[in-house]
């Protein structure tokens, strides 16, 4: 019987002799990062330095590619740029920035200007299209202006006067950023006695928490009326300004924000911040 010869192991070469042993194929080298960091400052904080927009709109504008640095695009977040470098926004940031909405309201007293607190109502349930007060150029209510709406600065719950609630973080940041220098009015009503010394005090001497509170504007409008300016706003500011004078605060009233005023705007109703005003 003819014999089939065994198949020889694949180690082994045909005439017996051993094969070299398989070499593995080389490894591909691993990423290596660069050691060298990136110099300048995060583009989204420049845009934010600089009004553009907020820190979050930033990022997402860049992811987005709608942000140029020198004229390159830019759509990496994390990406930094020299600090004089020259940012523009693409057209489509821009229409986006457009459809935000800011809302001035004359909120009464009752009602909180943040976050709700318990048995308490926020301040944003007014803005509803039956307290819309309407001129025949302004924007008609939709439900689409609640979404994101939030109030750029606070009014306390025994407070009445301009609420300004928006979407725009530029509008957030201008009024309420570190670095804002936008002034605030009131009127304020007040109980007791008051001399020249405690005038010169609630102009400027007095400090709340361990702090020094920064120059204000303070004067008499009548006998029992004083008028406030700030460029700052502490919790319950003015009503503890008062309270180390030696008066009571009986009501109080923000009429001005900036260059924008409460004016005629009833109690309760709110309206669109117009195009041609600015804070």
Known sequence: MRRIPARLPSAVASNGAALPARIPAPAKPAAVASS???????????????????????????????????????????????????????????????SRMTILLHKPMGYVSGQPEPG????????????QRCTPDTPVFHPSCLKGLAPAGRLDIDSTGLLVLTQDGRVARQLIGQESCIDKEYLVRVEG????????????????DDRQLKPAKVEWLNDDQLRFVLREGRKRQIRRMCELVGLRVCGLKR???????????????WRFLRPDEAF
């Open 36 to 98: 060298a960091p990136q110099t300048g400052v995060r583009i989204s904080k420049l845009m934010a330095e600089r009004g553009l927009c907020s820190r979050r709109n930033a990022d997402d504008y860049i992811v987005r590619g709608w942000v140029f640095v020198d004229g390159r695009r830019v759509s990496e977040l994390g990406t930094r740029a020299d600090p004089a470098a020259v940012i523009v926004l693409d057209k489509e940031a821009q229409a986006q920035q457009q």
């Open 120 to 131: 308490f109502t926020p301040a944003v349930t007014l803005v509803q299209p039956e307290n």
């Open 193 to 208: 006695q008051l001399d020249d010394k405690g005038l010169a005090l609630l102009n400027h001497g007095l400090s709340l």
């Open 255 to 269: 009429v001005r924000i900036g260059a924008v005023r409460l004016a005629d705007l009833p109690l309760g109703q």
